[in-house]
Structure formats: structure tokens, C-alpha cells
């Protein structure tokens, strides 16, 4: 059975680094062509696809974010983290994680999302 | 890298077929064979319905099928229930080895 949760702070300041990490169990990066994507999604808004970090740590960034985003993962603890920097109120939104076979370009499994509020 | 364009709403009534439209360019929907479809209720996550066009996953209703067509993919769910009420999302693969969603469709069940 597979689960992904997400975890990190609710609020943050407008210029500062968010860091959240996603833990899942299930799966494991060790098992060829696994991959975890961040997918974020404003209040009342649509689904935006933030990155991306694959079995063999290839990475993949939203081109209008990528400046911003950097997405690592931790194969022992089974955690994958994303840090968004110089954060704006624009950024308040859920922001969700999902499971993706590597081969396939859809999200399977997902997280329950975590809201973050950016706000001085 | 825009999002895929949507219809921001369409309904039904229990029983009618509805389809909901997912137009991208030549750079995702119409060079890939990579769209996907999710359902989303309030305040939940997203549940894939659709992968790879048309492949349902295991446990997904043969009442969602999708399709492709040129640079546009289509949702249809036959036999509407009060259930589908949600919102509608697709996504496609991008030729900047990224991915991209859509604007959403809010289906509504007469």
C-alpha cells in the first residue's frame, strides 16, 4: 500500500525559504523507475506541476519556477524535500506530493497536501 | 510552458454523458501520447481516472474513458451520478521534458 504525507510549515514570511518533505512508504527509490513529483495548487485555483527527482536523482523543474526550486531525495529515510526560495504571497497555496511510475507521466498515488499561508 | 485550456465548467444530468475538453499544442497533448485525468473533490487530493490517453486504472469506473484527437483530449463520463460532481483536471507530458496541467473544468450534476 502506498502513502505519501507532507510536512513543513504552515506560514511563512514573505522572502523567506519554504522546505517541505514528503514521506511516503510503499515504495522504495531503490526499485527502477520510481519517481516523486510536487504538485501545488492556489486556493480556488488549478493544479500546478512544481518538479520532479526520479530513482536516479534526475531531476525536472517547472521552467517558470526552476530558478527557485530545488528538489532532493533521501533513499534510508524515504523522503523527498523541496525548497522553494524568496517566497511571495502568490506562492499560498496546497502543495501536494505524488507518486509516478518514471516511464508513465501520471501521478498515481498522492498525498493529503499541506496548506501554506504566505504572509508577513 | 502555459497550461492546457479547459472549459471552466460543464453539466449534466443524472444518467447523460458529458465531455470535457483538454486542448494543448504540439509540444504536449498533440505529440504525446502522455495525457492524464484527474477527479478532485473539495479539499481533497487528486485521483488519477485516466493515464496514457485511455488506460483506466485498476478500481476506476469503465464509466470515464478518454481520448485524443490532434492537439485535443477529451474526458467523457457516461452515465453521469451525483458523485462526479468535482473538479476535472488533465495533464500532459511537455516537450521540455516537464509536465503540465490544466486550467480544471468544474462539473456540475443537474
Known amino acids: 500500500q502506498i502513502t505519501l504525507q507532507e510536512s513543513g510549515p504552515t506560514l511563512v514570511k514573505p522572502t523567506q525559504t519554504l522546505t517541505l518533505t514528503c514521506t511516503f512508504s510503499?515504495?522504495?527509490?531503490?526499485?527502477?523507475?520510481?519517481?516523486v513529483g510536487w504538485i501545488r495548487q492556489p486556493p480556488g485555483k488549478a493544479l500546478e506541476w512544481l518538479a520532479l527527482?526520479?530513482?536516479?536523482?534526475?531531476?525536472r523543474y517547472s521552467s517558470s519556477l526552476k530558478s527557485r526550486l530545488t528538489i532532493t531525495k533521501d533513499t534510508s529515510k524515504n523522503q523527498v524535500v523541496l525548497t522553494m526560495t524568496n517566497m511571495d504571497p502568490l506562492d499560498t497555496a496546497t502543495y501536494f506530493c505524488a507518486h509516478r511510475w518514471t516511464h508513465l507521466w501520471s501521478f498515481d498515488y498522492w498525498g493529503q497536501g499541506t496548506l501554506v499561508t504566505v504572509s508577513s | 510552458q502555459s497550461a492546457l485550456t479547459q472549459p471552466a465548467s460543464v453539466s449534466g444530468s443524472p444518467g447523460q454523458s458529458i465531455t470535457i475538453s483538454c486542448t494543448g499544442t504540439?509540444?504536449?497533448?498533440?505529440?504525446?501520447?502522455?495525457v492524464s485525468w484527474y477527479q478532485q473533490h473539495p479539499d481533497k487530493a487528486p485521483k488519477l481516472l485516466i493515464s496514457?490517453?485511455?488506460i483506466r486504472p485498476s478500481g476506476i469506473s469503465n464509466r470515464f474513458s478518454g481520448s485524443k484527437s490532434g492537439n485535443t483530449a477529451s474526458l467523457t463520463i457516461s452515465g453521469l451520478q451525483a458523485e462526479d460532481e468535482a473538479d476535472y483536471y488533465c495533464?500532459?507530458?511537455?516537450?521540455?521534458?516537464?509536465?503540465?496541467f490544466g486550467t480544471g473544468t468544474k462539473v456540475t450534476v443537474l
Open positions: 496514457e490517453v485511455n
Open positions: 495533464s500532459s507530458y511537455s516537450s521540455i521534458n516537464t509536465q503540465v
Open positions: 504540439s509540444n504536449d497533448v498533440g505529440d504525446y501520447h502522455y
Open positions: 527527482v526520479n530513482w536516479r536523482d534526475d531531476e
Open positions: 510503499g515504495f522504495s527509490f531503490s526499485t527502477s523507475g520510481v519517481a
